[in-house]
């Protein structure tokens, strides 16, 4: 019955490096998402898994943002060569099917800060 | 473009009051969803609250319900007799379309006050 669950819960790095945050859904759960939230704004889209492929990677901010997904259930979302303004807090959701209406379950986020 | 906006970075009520958090949102969609969710500290997003637009009837969720203006693309959450365990940022997210994905908006710090 566990959440979704993220880690590390924290992360500092120093720019120029690269970090893989991880998510772990619900079991069961299908679909994945990964937003970003940036101090005093909403959350961001990144990208939507559906399953181990994602239809929409309309939201990753430049190239050196990837994500995968293996087994229809662990992704991981990996910054190369991190910069100042990716830190944020990175927020993974998950949602039993991508249907309209079915509510998205959150993580508590990673909270990256790049020095 | 999808665009949620909520107008009022910061409200405070007084404990066992009502407050109403206002959120707008533009869209060409027939058929979406709305919702609210509330993030505290801890940064656990928590579902408040959905409406799916053509349910004319407004949701309700114990202490909280939304007025829901569809012409006016309008959104707002309505909580009331306002308790210290409310106290958190809330957000207002659209959704439609084949992405599914969430479009939110900036957020309304919520403060209890005693």
């Known amino acids: 019955g566990a959440g979704v669950s993220q880690s590390p819960s924290n992360k500092v790095t120093e720019k120029g490096k690269d970090v893989e945050l991880r998510c772990d859904p619900i079991s069961g759960h299908t679909a994945l998402y990964w937003y970003r939230q940036s101090l005093g704004q909403g959350l961001e889209f990144l990208i939507y898994?559906?399953?181990?492929?994602?239809?929409?990677k309309s939201g990753l901010p430049s190239d050196r943002f990837s994500a995968e997904r293996t087994g229809g259930s662990v992704s991981t979302l990996t910054i190369q060569r991190t910069q100042q303004e990716d830190s944020a807090v990175y927020l993974c959701?998950?949602?039993?099917?991508?249907?309209?209406?079915?509510?998205?379950?959150f993580g508590p986020g990673t909270r990256l800060t790049v020095l | 473009a999808q665009t949620v906006t909520q107008s009022q970075p910061e409200m405070s009520v007084q404990e066992a009051e009502t407050v109403t958090l206002s959120c707008t949102y533009d869209?060409?969609?027939?058929?979406?969803?709305l919702f609210w969710y509330k993030q505290p500290p801890s940064r656990q997003m928590i579902l408040v609250i959905r409406?799916?637009?053509?349910?004319?009837q407004n949701a309700t969720e114990n202490r909280f319900s939304v007025n829901f203006q569809k012409a006016a693309k309008s959104f707002s959450l309505k909580i009331s007799d306002s308790q210290l365990g409310d106290a958190a940022m809330y957000f207002c997210a659209y959704r439609s379309g084949p992405g599914n994905q969430f479009y939110f908006g900036t957020g309304t710090s919520l403060t209890v006050i005693p």
């Open positions: 959701a998950s949602s039993l099917m991508p249907i309209l209406g079915n509510e998205q379950f």
């Open positions: 898994f559906q399953g181990n492929s994602a239809p929409d």
């Open positions: 869209t060409s969609e027939s058929d979406y969803y």
């Open positions: 409406q799916e637009a053509y349910k004319q």
